[in-house]
């Protein structure tokens, strides 16, 4: 058999069939053993044996072969090394992660655990405003801090949530606005304790952050708002939600406002989006129903201002007698497909009592209708979350090089107050119309019907600042009668209320 001289510098062929048969048996060499029982060393032998490679040919493959496997297992022992650190920082890391915390800003600052169980978040809002009032008598012309809240809330071992928020806007001293502790057993049934929201109405639901006009309508003052009490709520299937709460029934930071009460609030609510049961993408079909029952002490009245917070026109005498049982049922609607969102409220409550010998039932109601439109395309479905709208994101947000103007809205709304069953020739202490005893302006003469009419505008810079702009018309049924202030000046007599207000709004 022919062999080839591998060793002369000249035969490159030769070379090459070595290298080949190098390659193949190094390859070969990082197996246990071939196909047929043979080792490496074994073919080696044979190919010697046979006169394929010569004496050197043979050394310089055992050779090489056995630099190959020392350096496979070098790197096998390497690979190994490095898979144990990896695994031991990775136990570091899970050890430390309840301790470690990182920060960060979305919408508000926020400290979150490295397992990410529980945060702790730092948020608030300030509402600057400025209102101006026509005829002059019904308000002075001023500039407001409407509000200045402070906001931690957190989340600790997933499921236990709470929210402590201070009014800062006060003219005396802050005030408590929430405090609550949430438990959330399951995403269908959650417990809340303290001073929170009660679950009526649509548009008080909504946070003063995200109000479609700078205040809410002439049903805000019907319907429960912040109060102290429990609340199982939760949401059983996809787009509905509900919640029973028990109150006092008595308005924020009142345990028993002025007496001991028979019975506090029984408040019940359900609601529902019907794009998102049926899937409707894009849009929003919602349609809510509140209901309470409950009792309050005899001594209280009742009150209502205009939505441009100027006068109030509309004022009772203290219930007198045992105490007044108060029911108010409420239905709430909203339908929104892309920049178009109409929505409205309607709601009634009734008061019955036995002053003396004389027994009395009083009804009032009221309700809204509006229209919006986002200018700029950014959609209503958007900013709907657990059956309330919440923030709206522009498109592209306002810079001062003009690379972006922010979002713009624009809307109109009709509300209307009815409480015709409350008149002057009512039996004192029954529901009687009556002046204010303080205030400025000093309501003499009041009213039982209104209607506003709201015009707003409103320019969202970035998710966290925007600008109002509305005008509100509030027309009479009957005159009221106003005493300006207490410096002798006449009184006045006045069917409307016209304002103009304007808000900055920032929140964090």
């Known amino acids: 058999m022919q062999r080839f001289v591998l060793d002369s510098p000249c035969n490159t062929p030769g070379r090459l069939v070595v290298t080949t048969l190098a390659v193949a048996l190094v390859t070969l060499a990082a197996r246990p053993a071939f196909a047929q029982g043979d080792t490496v060393d074994d073919l080696l032998e044979r190919l010697k044996s046979k006169g394929v490679l010569s004496e050197q040919e043979y050394d310089e493959m055992r050779e090489a072969r056995d630099i190959e496997v020392k350096e496979q297992r070098a790197e096998r022992r390497k690979r190994a090394l490095r898979e144990a650190q990896d695994a031991e920082i990775k136990e570091r890391q899970r050890e430390a992660a309840p301790s470690a915390t990182q920060g960060r800003f979305r919408e508000g600052f926020t400290w979150e655990s490295g397992d990410k169980s529980s945060s702790l978040s730092i948020s608030g809002r300030v509402h600057a405003d400025y209102r101006n009032y026509s005829p002059d008598v019904v308000a002075a012309d001023t500039f407001d801090m409407r509000r200045a809240y402070l906001t931690t809330t957190g989340r600790m071992y997933d499921h ?8 800062f806007a006060q003219t005396t001293t802050p005030q408590l606005d929430v405090a609550w502790v949430n438990v959330a057993m399951t995403p269908w049934a959650q417990l809340r304790f303290g001073q929170f929201k009660m679950p009526f109405s649509l548009e008080e639901l909504g946070s003063s952050r995200f109000l479609d006009f700078q205040e809410r309508s002439l049903v805000n003052g019907l319907v429960p708002q912040k109060e102290r009490g429990a609340m199982l709520w939760g949401t059983p299937a996809q787009g509905v939600t509900y919640g029973f709460a028990i109150s006092t029934g008595q308005g924020k930071n009142n345990n028993d406002a002025v007496a001991a009460q028979a019975k506090n609030d029984l408040i019940g609510r359900v609601a529902a989006n019907f794009s998102e049961l049926f899937e409707l993408g894009g849009s929003v079909l919602h349609l809510g129903a509140s209901y309470t029952d409950g009792s309050l002490p005899a001594n209280f009245g009742l009150s209502q ?9 509309f004022n009772t005498q203290a219930f007198s007698g045992t105490n007044v049982e108060r029911t108010r049922m409420g239905i709430d609607t909203a339908i929104a497909w892309g920049p178009v969102k109409i929505q409205g ?29 986002l200018i700029t395309g950014e959609k209503y479905a958007d900013s709907y979350r657990g059956n309330t709208f919440g923030r709206i994101k522009p498109n592209s947000n306002y810079t001062a090089g003009g690379g972006g103007w922010g979002a713009f809205e624009v809307g109109f709304r009709v509300s209307s107050f009815d409480a015709s069953d409350f008149n002057a020739s009512n039996t004192s202490g029954t529901g009687q119309l009556a002046g204010t005893s303080g205030g400025t302006p000093r309501l003499m003469t009041p009213t039982s019907k209104a209607t506003a009419t709201t015009l ?26 106003v005493l300006p202030n207490y410096a002798g000046l006449p009184s006045s007599t006045v069917d409307e209320e016209k304002a103009v207000t304007l808000r900055a709004a920032l929140d964090f």
């Open 160 to 167: 236990i949530t709470f929210d402590i928020t201070g009014d």
């Open 305 to 313: 201002r205009t939505e441009g917070r100027g006068v109030t026109f």
């Open 345 to 373: 409220e309607y709601a009634t409550a009734n008061y019955q009592g036995t002053s003396g010998s004389v027994d009395y039932g009083r009804d009032m109601n009221a309700y809204y209708g509006e229209i919006l439109w």
């Open 456 to 481: 707003g505008a409103k320019w969202i810079l970035n998710p966290n600042f925007k600008f109002y702009l509305n005008y509100v018309h509030t027309k009479f049924d009957t005159p009221i009668t």
